[in-house]
Each structure stands twice: as C-alpha cells, then as structure tokens.
C-alpha cells in the first residue's frame, strides 16, 4: 500500500531521461527527490501523474495501476508556473477544483478559506497578472491542494520565494502531512529535504544513485564527521596527521573534518587529550545530505551556485 | 482516453471558461461593434447611392420647332429619361421636364442663362433629310452623364419618330421572339437564367461566410490554445483534465464565442436590409429596389447551417492540434498556415465549381470532408443535389470528425508539453505514439 515506481525507463530522442528507475514512497511519508537539474525528476513526476507515458515500467498507487487512478488522487505543482493571466484569482482556484469533480459553492468557500490563511484574501478578485511572482505561487500552491488529493507532488515548491513565503509554505506543507497526505517534492535546497522529508532519493541522468530514509542515505558512505575545537588553536594542524582524517573546512568556531567508515571517530578525541588540549567542542555526526549529493553526482551541483571560469575571450 | 463518458463535465467547464475568457475581452467587444457597424454601414450603401444620385435634379427645358413628332413624345422622352421612376410619382425623378412650343424660346432662354433651368433641348426637323434634328445647349458637361442620359433618350426618339414616319413602331419591330432552351432535361435543373444568377451570388455569398468564419473563429482556437501553452497552465491542465476534454472544451467554447460574434454580425446585416426601405423612405421619401433575400430558400438556409457547424468542428480541432505545437502566440500565423492551404483550396474549388456544377470533379470533391462545406454548400444552392448525396457528404464528415478528435487530441497531449521546439512531422507522429 503505497506509491511504487517500479522500473520505468523513458527516452526523448537521443537522451534517456530516466533509466530503470524504482521508488517506493509510503502513504503520509513526505519524500524528497533529489537531483541536479536535468536529472530527470520532472519526468519522473509526470510519468506518476500519467501525462507521460513511459517506454518501460509501471506506476502502481494502493496496488492500482495510475492509469486507472481517479485523476483527483493527484495535486500537481509544476515546476512551470502558470495560471490564466486575465482571469480572477478565486474563479481560477474554482475552475481547476470543480476539473477535479469539487462542486463550485465548495470550491470557493475552501479557496476563500486558503487567501484567508496565506494571508491574501484581499486578492480573491484580482486578476492573476496583477499579483506578484511569490504571491501567484501562493495561488498556485492552492489549486493543487483544494480537490484534498491524495497524493501532491511539487516540483522545486520553494524555487524563486523569498524565505518569508518559503517558511509559510513549508507550514502548509507541514499541515498537508500532518492531514496525512502522501507528499513528494523535488529540490536542489538540501537544507528544505533534511529538515522535511523522511525519505529521499537522488537521482542523477536518470538514474537514482541512491535512495531510502534520510538517516540511511547520510550513513551510506560509511564515514562520520567529526567537529573539533581546543582551546588556542583554531587551526589544528596535527588534526590532518591522522590516519583515515581528512580536514573538510576549517571554520571560525571549529574544524571539521571526515573520518574513515575504517577507523573510530572517537581516535580524534583521544588523540587531542593525549596532546594535553582543552577541548571546547567535540561532535560526531553524519555527513550532510549536501556531502552526500556532492560525492554522488559530482561537482554539479557546486558548477550551479558558483561562476564558470572566465573565457580566453573575455 | 476514457471515452465520451469521460468528455464531461470537464469539457463543459472549459468550454465556458473559454467563452467568458473570449466574451469578456476587450478585443472581443471591440471587434464585434466595429464589424456589426461596419455590416450594418455596408446594407446601407444603395440608400447611400440613391442619395447621392438622388438629390440631384436636371431641369431641362424642351422646345418642339419640328412638326408631326409622335404624339406620345413627351411621355417617352421622360420615360427614357427618368426610367421606372416615371411610373411612379413618390419616387426621384432624375429629370424635371419641361414642354414648350416655339414660341416659348425666348423665355427659356432667359431661364437658362439665369441659372432656373441647366439644359434646353430644341427638337428641329431636318428640311431634307426630314429626321429629328437635336440642339442642347448647357453648360453641363459634354461627355457627362446627364448629357449621355439626353443624348440616348434623343436618340430613341429620333429612332422612333423615323419608323412612325415608316409606318411601324420600336415596339412592333422589337419584340421578336427570344427563347432560351435548355440542352438537357437532366440534373432538375429548370432554372431560368436569372434564378441561375441569384442562385450563384447567394451561394458564393453563404460560402464566404463559411470561410470567413472557419478561419477567423479556428485562428482563435489556435491562439487559445498556444496562449495557455505559453502561459504554462497547460501542466496544471493536463493534470486536472484529458487532452481530449481539453480539446473538446476550446472547440466548443470558442466555437460558441465566435457564433455569438456571428451571430451579432449577421443580426446587424439582416437589420439593415430591413432599415434599408424604412431609411430609404426617410431620406428620400420613398422606398428602395427592396431587400435582396432572393433564392435563399429553406433548403439551402438548413444546408448551410448544418455545413458551417460540422465543417468549423473539423477545421477547429485541427487547429488546435496545430496550436499546441508551438508555445508562443506569434508563431500561430506559421504553424497554421497548411491549413490555410486546405482551406483557401476548397474556397477556390468551389469558387470555379460554381460555374462548372455538374462537373465530375466538383461532384467528387463534394464528398472530401475538407470540401464538403464550400463544394456541397454550393451544389446544394444551386439545386439538383439528391438527399442521400447530402447525407453520405454529412456522415463522411462526422466520420472524419471523429477521427480528426482522436488524431488531436494525440497530437495535442504530446504537443502541449513539447516547449521551445520547432516541431516537425516527425517528432509530433513520435510523440503522438508515445502520449497518452
């Protein structure tokens, strides 16, 4: 009894865009698709939706194939965000809940309800075009959830919102889960995936690279982190003499450093005792979903955040 | 595609999403007054004509210096002159008439140059020849209208006076029998001359109207179509609908937007035919040549409607498809434009099939659903088509409709979600594979 991908594979002309792909997402889980752009977690969420076909594979929801799932089992927020331009905000919301079979009274009563709650009721007769970008993914974020689907799938929900609306979001998200709503969204915002999914899966040119709870995703590599501070000296050179250590980022309040699956994390300590430190901070943890993203798929998603190098021709 | 049961009520609501969307716009309101205005304008451009003619009046003096004219000169000179009016008093008389004896001449060479009258016709008799001999004097001009009307009537008289002095008459040297056969019985056609010429103005008529509003109102579907693309709430769409519903709804809700714009449009027009006798009377205190609803009987009026419904159904779900392969309004015009070729084709066929009905061809393209509104329309009009040639024309057509759906709403499912792409046949036949 849940949403279960199981190995599709879909090809658009010369790139394959996912790859034998499988996924189990359980009811009220929330489930973070992780990817760098390109890797396929749009098609993928079609796909599940049936507005694609794939060219191998199935999607079953509570055992029951997705072409025959009523279609108001979805809510959907595409990546591409659009409404009508010219139409007003609460004749949208009513049209696309009354597409997925809610009676029209219903609709605008529960839509009225949702511009009350985000805090954006004065809105409810305007035109779309006149509200602004965060305000129209607002809109956007209602339309999916006003038939009460099932299961809502979001791609990239917090791209382009400022961190107001962005926290406001997740709490609506949040509530969605806590109605026990099956929730699975795409992201490239590490921190947003650790902070609200149980389970992730990455995905890279169409395939997943790795997949499960969050706690086993950051326990796959098998190394631990360790973050170390002594009294006196913020740098700790020796730290880097060790076997299976290697400094990660020397920061202001600590140094943190990745420790071999091989050895004990706990040798740092006993190794800063034996050099007579005060030690002021010790901590042992799991690498960060970022680590983990990065060791996977590479250096892309870094490429994304930072410049490319200037050309010979600039 | 789950079947028609699936249809609605999904395509119900988009197909009056659209129609407000189309009703509501300003474009819509804009367009729709201007064009009923500008229809409305049209019908009255005979009363406009008969203005302008109308309120000009010729006075004209005619002074008789010859003997032994005919006695009914006068009624005839005016006859020739003023046309049917003469018969009718209410009605505009081109020319005001006077009749003077020799006599006379001085006085109305007075008036003439005082500027009471603007031409003065003396009718002499050649001493030798004995034939009318015709002096105008006017400073209208000499290869004018008006002097054309004098010289003509002139003539007729001069003609008519010579044979009376021979002893006969226009009428009776005139009226030699003309009669017009037909070379065969066949076709039903018995269709006199005349009804031959109204049946063919009024069908070149109705299938421009078909045109008209396939392209005009299909173009809308496109745009629609290719406007909810380039807006991106084509992905919400397509998960809270079925191309097919989405499809069916565009179809029907511009389709019922542009009948209403029609609908105006042709309200105004048969307004002002109407207006045309009550204007007519009022700027000119008398009735016009009366409304021109000759030869639109209700067989043809039934055809044309049944026709423009089932071929816009057509034309639009193919404009459609066509609109959901591109993702911006501007590249409509283009992706379009092979429908255009179809279209313009069968406006033209049918155009030339008009002065070829019975011909093979015209008879076959009849039945080509993509024809069949011009070529059918036009048979149709001019009569001899039998009901079960309509009937199979009808059918292929649903046929065709129902096939033209299915093909795309293919089309449209994989179109819609192709973005930023110049789409080929190729890749669309692909997609279409592939789409649910």
Redesign the interface.
């Given at each position: 009894m849940s949403l279960i991908i199981d190995s599709i594979s879909k090809r658009f002309g010369e790139v394959q865009a996912l790859a034998d792909v499988s996924l189990e997402i359980k009811p009220g889980e929330v489930f973070g698709l992780l990817g760098a752009n390109g890797a396929g977690k749009t098609t993928a969420m079609r796909i599940v939706l049936d507005i694609l076909r794939p060219d191998s594979g199935s999607v079953t929801w509570n055992g029951r194939p997705n072409t025959e799932v009523p279609r108001d089992t979805w809510g959907y927020l595409p990546e591409e965000r659009g409404l009508y331009a010219k139409m007003r905000v609460l004749d949208q919301l009513v049209f696309f809940a009354r597409l997925h079979g809610v009676p029209s009274r219903e609709a605008a009563r529960d839509a009225r309800d949702w511009l009350e709650r985000f805090r954006i009721p004065q809105y409810a007769d305007r035109r779309a075009e006149e509200l602004s970008k965060g305000n129209q993914q607002k809109i956007q974020f209602i339309a999916a959830i006003l038939h009460d689907p099932e299961v809502l799938l979001m791609d990239e929900p917090f791209s382009g919102l400022d961190p107001i609306n962005a926290a406001m979001l997740k709490e609506a998200f949040l509530e969605m889960r806590d109605r026990d709503k099956t929730l699975v969204f795409s992201t490239h915002q590490m921190e947003q995936v650790q902070e609200l999914c149980q389970s992730i899966a990455i995905l890279d040119r169409g395939r997943v690279v790795v997949g499960g709870s969050v706690r086993d995703v950051r326990r796959s590599s098998g190394r631990q982190v360790v973050r170390l501070a002594v009294a006196g000296d913020p740098e700790i050179p020796w730290l880097a003499g060790l076997d299976g250590v290697r400094i990660r980022r020397r920061g202001m309040d600590y140094v943190e450093a990745a420790v071999d699956g091989a050895y004990d994390p706990e040798l740092v300590l006993r190794a800063a005792l034996q050099r007579g430190c005060k030690v002021l901070h010790f901590e042992i943890t799991d690498p960060s979903l970022e680590e983990i993203f990065i060791e996977h798929v590479g250096q892309i998603d870094t490429s994304e955040r930072t410049l490319a190098p200037r050309s010979a021709y600039a | 595609m789950k079947g028609w049961r699936s249809l609605f009520?999904?395509a119900w609501?988009?197909a009056v999403?659209e129609f407000r969307?189309r009703i509501g716009?300003r474009s819509f309101a804009v367009g729709t007054v201007l064009l009923a205005a500008i229809a409305f304008a049209a019908t009255q451009v005979p009363v406009l004509i008969d203005f302008t003619i109308g309120t000009s009046q010729t006075r004209m003096a005619v002074v008789v210096r010859a003997d032994g004219l005919p006695t009914d000169a006068r009624a005839m000179l005016e006859g020739q002159l003023n046309g049917s009016a003469v018969s009718d008093p209410k009605a505009h008389q081109a020319f005001a008439l006077s009749w003077l004896q020799a006599g006379d001449m001085a006085g109305a060479q007075q008036d003439l140059e005082q500027g009471k009258l603007d031409a003065l016709l003396i009718i002499d008799r050649d001493p030798v020849s004995h034939n009318l001999a015709f002096t105008l004097r006017t400073d209208l001009a000499a290869d004018g209208q008006t002097v054309r009307s004098i010289d003509t009537a002139a003539t007729w008289l001069a003609l008519e006076d010579g044979l009376a002095r021979a002893g006969t008459s226009v009428a009776a040297v005139a009226r030699t029998p003309f009669t017009v056969l037909p070379v065969s019985s066949s076709a039903g056609g018995t269709n006199s001359i005349s009804q031959e010429v109204s049946a063919n103005v009024l069908s070149t008529g109705l299938i421009v109207l078909i045109f008209m509003a396939i392209i005009t109102y299909g173009t809308w579907v496109a745009m629609s179509v290719a406007e909810?693309k380039g807006?991106?709430?084509?992905?919400?769409?397509?998960?809270?609908?079925t191309p097919l519903q989405m499809l069916a709804g565009k179809v029907i809700g511009n389709g019922a937007a542009g009948l209403t714009q029609y609908g105006i449009i042709l309200a105004a027009v048969v307004g002002g035919l109407l207006a045309q006798g009550p204007i007519h009377e009022l700027v000119l205190g008398s009735s016009g040549s009366g409304a021109p609803f000759g030869g639109l009987n209700p067989t043809v009026l039934g055809a044309f409607v049944v026709l423009f419904a089932l071929g816009f159904l057509l034309y639009s779900l193919l404009y459609a498809a066509l609109g959901s392969l591109v993702s911006r309004q501007e590249d409509v015009q283009s992706a379009t434009s092979p429908l255009m070729v179809l279209i313009m084709l069968g406006y033209f066929m049918s155009i030339f099939g008009l002065q070829a009905i019975d011909e093979t061809w015209v008879k076959v393209a009849s039945f080509v659903p993509f024809f069949s509104p011009y070529l059918m329309l036009a048979r149709v009009s001019m009569g001899g088509v039998a009901p079960w040639e309509f009937g199979l024309a009808v059918v292929l057509m649903l046929i065709s409709i129902v096939v033209a759906l299915v093909v795309a709403a293919r089309i449209y499912g994989a179109g819609v979600?192709l973005y930023g792409q110049r789409v080929g046949l190729r890749q669309i036949l692909k997609a279409a594979r592939?789409?649910?």
């Amino acid at each position: 009894m849940s949403l279960i991908i199981d190995s599709i594979s879909k090809r658009f002309g010369e790139v394959q865009a996912l790859a034998d792909v499988s996924l189990e997402i359980k009811p009220g889980e929330v489930f973070g698709l992780l990817g760098a752009n390109g890797a396929g977690k749009t098609t993928a969420m079609r796909i599940v939706l049936d507005i694609l076909r794939p060219d191998s594979g199935s999607v079953t929801w509570n055992g029951r194939p997705n072409t025959e799932v009523p279609r108001d089992t979805w809510g959907y927020l595409p990546e591409e965000r659009g409404l009508y331009a010219k139409m007003r905000v609460l004749d949208q919301l009513v049209f696309f809940a009354r597409l997925h079979g809610v009676p029209s009274r219903e609709a605008a009563r529960d839509a009225r309800d949702w511009l009350e709650r985000f805090r954006i009721p004065q809105y409810a007769d305007r035109r779309a075009e006149e509200l602004s970008k965060g305000n129209q993914q607002k809109i956007q974020f209602i339309a999916a959830i006003l038939h009460d689907p099932e299961v809502l799938l979001m791609d990239e929900p917090f791209s382009g919102l400022d961190p107001i609306n962005a926290a406001m979001l997740k709490e609506a998200f949040l509530e969605m889960r806590d109605r026990d709503k099956t929730l699975v969204f795409s992201t490239h915002q590490m921190e947003q995936v650790q902070e609200l999914c149980q389970s992730i899966a990455i995905l890279d040119r169409g395939r997943v690279v790795v997949g499960g709870s969050v706690r086993d995703v950051r326990r796959s590599s098998g190394r631990q982190v360790v973050r170390l501070a002594v009294a006196g000296d913020p740098e700790i050179p020796w730290l880097a003499g060790l076997d299976g250590v290697r400094i990660r980022r020397r920061g202001m309040d600590y140094v943190e450093a990745a420790v071999d699956g091989a050895y004990d994390p706990e040798l740092v300590l006993r190794a800063a005792l034996q050099r007579g430190c005060k030690v002021l901070h010790f901590e042992i943890t799991d690498p960060s979903l970022e680590e983990i993203f990065i060791e996977h798929v590479g250096q892309i998603d870094t490429s994304e955040r930072t410049l490319a190098p200037r050309s010979a021709y600039a | 595609m789950k079947g028609w049961r699936s249809l609605f009520p999904n395509a119900w609501y988009i197909a009056v999403r659209e129609f407000r969307g189309r009703i509501g716009s300003r474009s819509f309101a804009v367009g729709t007054v201007l064009l009923a205005a500008i229809a409305f304008a049209a019908t009255q451009v005979p009363v406009l004509i008969d203005f302008t003619i109308g309120t000009s009046q010729t006075r004209m003096a005619v002074v008789v210096r010859a003997d032994g004219l005919p006695t009914d000169a006068r009624a005839m000179l005016e006859g020739q002159l003023n046309g049917s009016a003469v018969s009718d008093p209410k009605a505009h008389q081109a020319f005001a008439l006077s009749w003077l004896q020799a006599g006379d001449m001085a006085g109305a060479q007075q008036d003439l140059e005082q500027g009471k009258l603007d031409a003065l016709l003396i009718i002499d008799r050649d001493p030798v020849s004995h034939n009318l001999a015709f002096t105008l004097r006017t400073d209208l001009a000499a290869d004018g209208q008006t002097v054309r009307s004098i010289d003509t009537a002139a003539t007729w008289l001069a003609l008519e006076d010579g044979l009376a002095r021979a002893g006969t008459s226009v009428a009776a040297v005139a009226r030699t029998p003309f009669t017009v056969l037909p070379v065969s019985s066949s076709a039903g056609g018995t269709n006199s001359i005349s009804q031959e010429v109204s049946a063919n103005v009024l069908s070149t008529g109705l299938i421009v109207l078909i045109f008209m509003a396939i392209i005009t109102y299909g173009t809308w579907v496109a745009m629609s179509v290719a406007e909810e693309k380039g807006s991106r709430v084509m992905e919400l769409m397509l998960n809270a609908t079925t191309p097919l519903q989405m499809l069916a709804g565009k179809v029907i809700g511009n389709g019922a937007a542009g009948l209403t714009q029609y609908g105006i449009i042709l309200a105004a027009v048969v307004g002002g035919l109407l207006a045309q006798g009550p204007i007519h009377e009022l700027v000119l205190g008398s009735s016009g040549s009366g409304a021109p609803f000759g030869g639109l009987n209700p067989t043809v009026l039934g055809a044309f409607v049944v026709l423009f419904a089932l071929g816009f159904l057509l034309y639009s779900l193919l404009y459609a498809a066509l609109g959901s392969l591109v993702s911006r309004q501007e590249d409509v015009q283009s992706a379009t434009s092979p429908l255009m070729v179809l279209i313009m084709l069968g406006y033209f066929m049918s155009i030339f099939g008009l002065q070829a009905i019975d011909e093979t061809w015209v008879k076959v393209a009849s039945f080509v659903p993509f024809f069949s509104p011009y070529l059918m329309l036009a048979r149709v009009s001019m009569g001899g088509v039998a009901p079960w040639e309509f009937g199979l024309a009808v059918v292929l057509m649903l046929i065709s409709i129902v096939v033209a759906l299915v093909v795309a709403a293919r089309i449209y499912g994989a179109g819609v979600l192709l973005y930023g792409q110049r789409v080929g046949l190729r890749q669309i036949l692909k997609a279409a594979r592939v789409s649910r």
